[in-house]
């Protein structure tokens, strides 16, 4: 078990760039999570996968960012038109069920220049 | 809505101490608790969690939490910490699905 997998560990964006952030959840984990990471706003819930389906993205900026999942092995979080104040550490996450232990990925660390 | 409160930003001891983190929720449901830790420059990882059942939570690394109800409170301890207990500690809520977290508590182990 590999754990929750992200890719890249780091990106550099220019402003007005678009980033897409991977995620390869646990094999078996039916809920999908992406969370945001600053030091000034701390940890950010985004938005919520259950079995590939969105159920909650009452975190995700309206504009900009959207999360899909069209597989049960990957999700992507792709933010369009980047801006420096979208630079944070984002953070994906998997659990077997709600209410079962969640595990984070590393995390990707983006940079927006 | 449900709303975490980690009370002390940061935390200094001496190695061999005891130390309790402090964590206060608020949520009118169900709830399961959990705690995270994070070292620098890492992810997060799971300590322990609370949903039922006995109040007091063992975890990994001799840690271990207390639910309680009336003081909607779910503090983590520890009897004897090491340096390597220096990281970031989170306090989580969860209703059903997501979790909320607090804005964690900074733990540092002196030699």
């Known amino acids: 078990n590999a754990g929750v997998i992200q890719t890249p560990r780091h990106k550099v964006t220019g402003k007005g760039q678009e980033a897409t952030l991977w995620c390869e959840p646990i094999s078996g984990h039916s809920a999908v999570f992406w969370y945001r990471q600053t030091i000034v706003q701390g940890l950010e819930f985004l938005t919520y996968f259950r079995n590939q389906a969105p159920i909650d993205d009452s975190g995700m900026p309206k504009e900009r960012f959207s999360a899909q999942m069209p597989n049960q092995s990957h999700s992507t979080l792709k933010i369009q038109s980047t801006q420096p104040q979208d630079s944070a550490v984002y953070l994906c996450?998997?659990?077997?069920?709600?209410?079962?232990?969640?595990?984070f990925g590393k995390g990707t660390r983006l940079t927006v220049v | 809505t449900q709303t975490v409160s980690q009370s002390d930003a940061h935390v200094t001891v001496f190695e061999g101490d005891s130390v309790e983190l402090r964590c206060n929720y608020s949520?009118?449901?169900?709830?399961?608790l959990s705690w995270y830790i994070q070292h620098h420059g890492h992810g997060l990882q799971f300590l322990l969690k609370y949903y039922s059942g006995n109040p007091v939570v063992q975890g990994v690394n001799g840690f271990e939490a207390e639910f309680s109800k009336s003081d909607s409170s779910f503090h983590l301890r520890k009897a004897s910490v090491h340096w390597s207990d220096s990281a970031v500690y989170f306090c989580a809520v969860s209703g059903y699905n997501k979790l909320t977290f607090g804005k964690g508590t900074v733990l540092l182990v002196s030699p």
């Open positions: 996450a998997s659990s077997y069920r709600e209410n079962t232990e969640v595990f």
């Open positions: 949520y009118g449901g169900s709830i399961y």
